[in-house]
Nanobody
Framework: QLQLVESGGGLVQPGGSLRLSCAASGFTLDYDNIGWFRQAPGKEREGVSCIRRTGSNTRYADSVKGRFTISRDNAKNTVSLQMNSLKPEDTATYYC??????????????????WGQGTQVTVSS
């Protein structure tokens, strides 16, 4: 069974950090671009960060630049999102997804086919 599973979410105070992981089972991530997206209640799903299959290119939403870092470990078949200096507006459900496009994209409509179930991130004091 092909599956993507996100983990690492939780409740954190403003200014804190979390590290999200996206793990694949049943297939290898070696040939996929990986995107991280988030969706807050009542809002559209938005791109947070993505990394190309080779790791040679990464993209970040302006709102997270300098605070979030995406990385991949093909040996472990995982992609991580290190989130520092978290703000209340980062509160959302975070999803990872795979795409076979030439390069990664921050648009959830650009060829992302497999999606995880999401992990909740809540930033609150």
């Amino acid at each position: 069974q092909l599956q993507l599973v996100e983990s690492g979410g939780g409740l954190v105070q403003p200014g804190g950090s979390l590290r999200l992981s996206c793990a694949a089972s049943g297939f290898t991530l070696d040939y996929d671009n990986i995107g991280w997206f988030r969706q807050a209640p009542g809002k559209e799903r938005e791109g947070v960060s993505c990394i190309r299959r080779t790791g040679s290119n990464t993209r970040y939403a302006d709102s997270v630049k300098g605070r979030f870092t995406i990385s991949r470990d093909n040996a472990k078949n995982t992609v991580s999102l290190q989130m520092n200096s978290l703000k209340p507006e980062d509160t959302a459900t975070y999803y990872c997804a795979t795409s076979r496009a030439w390069d990664c994209s921050l648009s959830p409509r650009d060829g992302y086919d497999y999606w995880g179930q999401g992990t909740q991130v809540t930033v609150s004091s």
